[in-house]
Nanobody
Framework: QVQVVESGGGLVQAGGSLRLSCAAS????????MGWYRQAPGKQRELVAS???????VYSDSVKGRFTISRDNAENTVYLQMSNLKPEDTAVYYC?????????WGQGTQVTVSS
């Protein structure tokens, strides 16, 4: 069973920065993709950014230029550096780890951006 654990959320003022971390453990298989999703109250969960084991990245248009995803493949850890945060970035941020045929989620970490 793969465990996915996020950390680093919190309260920050608009224009500030936060760094989220996520560690995946217990996988017998190579973790192909690790990514970050977010869900704001009353909205669907959406992709923020993802990074595969070859280094290919995908970003949501709403965070391009402000957020950077990075990964330590050896440690199965992924980071999300968030800069120039806006109130609309307020959400629960979830980490996702994808292995062949399966996908695992963390419990989520709250990010709140005050105006």
């Amino acid at each position: 069973q793969v465990q996915v654990v996020e950390s680093g959320g919190g309260l920050v003022q608009a224009g500030g920065s936060l760094r989220l971390s996520c560690a995946a453990s217990g996988s017998r298989f190579r973790i192909n993709i690790m990514g970050w999703y977010r869900q704001a109250p009353g909205k669907q969960r959406e992709l923020v950014a993802s990074l595969d084991s070859s280094g290919f990245t995908v970003y949501s248009d709403s965070v391009k230029g402000r957020f950077t995803i990075s990964r330590d493949n050896a440690e199965n850890t992924v980071y999300l550096q968030m800069s120039n945060l806006k109130p609309e970035d307020t959400a629960v941020y979830y980490c996702n780890a994808v292995v062949p045929r399966l996908s695992y989620w963390g419990q989520g970490t709250q990010v709140t951006v005050s105006s």
